[in-house]
């Protein structure tokens, strides 16, 4: 009788693991490839990889079992890229500071005001629902794209270093570090953008642009714990809004996959390698703008507007 007991238990745990594995196992192998995707970007383009990681996770969750509510799916996917960016980003400024690239005074006078920004653009993406957010990152992603494929604001770049100071920076910090929240990106475009347009040189620049990453990653990720802390309907292994299972399958592919990036980008053609990613950025914007509020508002060619815009 016993062994009979100790047989029908090992079956059912066995069948057990297997429903798991059949429920989750696509999850995870899809974030496991979302990973390698994230860093092979992040590597060609010294970025965190958000770009990546936001749209990604927000697909999976939404079309996989196991995604938990679609009412929470975006503000799940910003809060888990602002977690993964915090290991890409150290990696990253580890490896410029051993160059000697990075511009510490740079990232002690910005840090404060980029952190304030952070804080305030979770707390406002906590208040927001998540077709609002879809909308928010895909018109952020559009103008990044745009920056990609004509970089018109270069042209106004000073010739000589002068980083904004004052009330200057505090505005500016604090925008960059809201902005980047909002997306659940790590800055690097924004901040690079920043630094050369004020004079600072591109080398130097996307080096301490890795560092603005784990500025906004440590508030960030913080911050989406705890205000998801115990929120209902979250996918299976989140803190908050941080999933640990994205998080660690993510890292450990983008920590592999970064360096080939890297080596990728030394070997092709670094504007066609812009205007490439500046085309995904503009098809991934039109993704996550087809389905949200602003495109909902907009009537088709020859029809009326939706009845709550018509006039009356």
């Not at 990604?56 to 809060?79: R, S, W």
């Not at 990044?144 to 604001?153: D, E, I, K, S, W």
């Not at 660690?248 to 990036?261: D, E, F, H, L, N």
């Amino acid at each position: 009788m016993l062994f009979v007991g100790v047989t029908s238990a090992a079956v059912a745990g066995g069948t057990g693991a297997q429903e798991l594995l059949m429920t989750y196992g696509p999850l995870v192998a899809a974030m496991l490839a979302a990973g390698l995707f994230a860093g092979l970007v992040a590597g060609m383009f010294g970025i965190g990889g958000g770009f990546v990681v936001v749209p990604a996770l927000m697909m999976l969750l939404t079309v996989l079992p196991g995604g938990g509510d679609p009412a929470h799916t975006m503000h799940v996917a910003i809060g888990t890229s602002l977690a993964t960016i915090l290991f890409t980003s150290l990696r990253s400024t580890q490896a410029h500071a051993k160059r000697g690239a990075v511009d510490w005074q740079i990232l002690k006078g910005w840090l404060p005001w980029v952190g304030l920004g952070v804080i305030a653009g979770v707390l406002v993406a906590d208040r927001v629902s998540g077709d609002w957010l879809r909308a928010i990152f895909g018109l952020g992603v559009g103008l990044m794209g745009v920056h990609f494929l004509a970089p018109v604001l270069s042209k106004f770049a000073r010739t000589e270093e002068k980083m904004p100071s004052g009330v200057a920076r505090a505005g500016m910090g604090s925008v960059l570090g809201a902005f980047c929240a909002l997306l659940g990106i790590g800055g690097g475009t924004p901040a690079v953008l920043i630094m050369t347009l004020n004079g600072v040189g591109i080398h130097r620049a996307v080096a301490t642009a890795a560092g603005f990453g784990t500025i906004i990653a440590v508030p960030g990720a913080l911050a989406s714990m705890a205000l998801g802390f115990q929120t209902p309907g979250l996918p299976l292994g989140s803190v908050g809004y941080v999933n640990m299972i994205a998080l660690v399958a993510i890292t450990v592919m983008s920590v592999i996959t970064a360096p080939i990036g890297a080596s990728m980008a030394h070997s092709l053609n670094p504007k066609v390698l812009k205007r490439v990613f500046g085309v995904y950025l503009l098809v991934t914007a039109g993704f996550m703008l087809s389905s949200s509020p602003l495109t909902a508002a907009i009537p088709p060619l020859g029809g009326s507007p939706p009845e709550h815009l018509s006039p009356t």
